[in-house]
């Protein structure tokens, strides 16, 4: 008997809580500057190279070449305006990992492993209001 009460019980929480939630008038729902949301796809990053320099990070903890497996990049190839060491001139559309997979495998994963810095969408693809 108790065990019926019990399942009867759960029964009717559920379904007052399924009626609130079907209830809900999302058309009445606002969004602050809804024009800026029009897009499904969020905006592209600005990264802070600056901020990712400052810690105790090393060039080629990001900047890479594999040859079987092991990053042989000198890190003297990194200047500033130098051709080739950004990351689209290699993740360009049609290679192996795209600039979309390589940011987002790169950039959540290191995020994660160091339990630091954004690791939501939306902390790092910032919507901005229209002008």
Do not use: W
């Not at 008997?1 to 609130?20: E, P, W, Y």
């Not at 994963?109 to 160091?114: D, I, L, P, Q, Y």
Request: hydrophobic letters at 30%; charged letters at 25%.
């Amino acid at each position: 008997m108790k065990g019926k009460f019990i399942t009867v019980a759960l029964g009717g929480f559920f379904v007052a809580v399924m009626i609130s939630v079907l209830s809900a008038q999302p058309e009445k729902i606002t969004l602050e500057n809804a024009g800026a949301y029009k897009k499904k796809q969020r905006p592209p990053v600005l990264f802070p190279h600056e901020v990712h320099m400052a810690g105790d990070m090393a060039c080629t903890d990001c900047h890479h070449r594999y040859t079987n497996g092991k990053n042989i990049l000198d890190e003297s190839e990194l200047e500033e305006g130098r051709a080739g060491i950004r990351c689209r001139d290699c993740h360009e559309t049609g290679s192996r990992v795209n600039l979309r997979g390589a940011f987002h495998r790169q950039c959540i994963g290191c995020h994660t492993k160091a339990k630091k810095g954004p690791r939501f969408c939306g902390e790092c693809h910032v919507r901005t209001q229209p002008e």
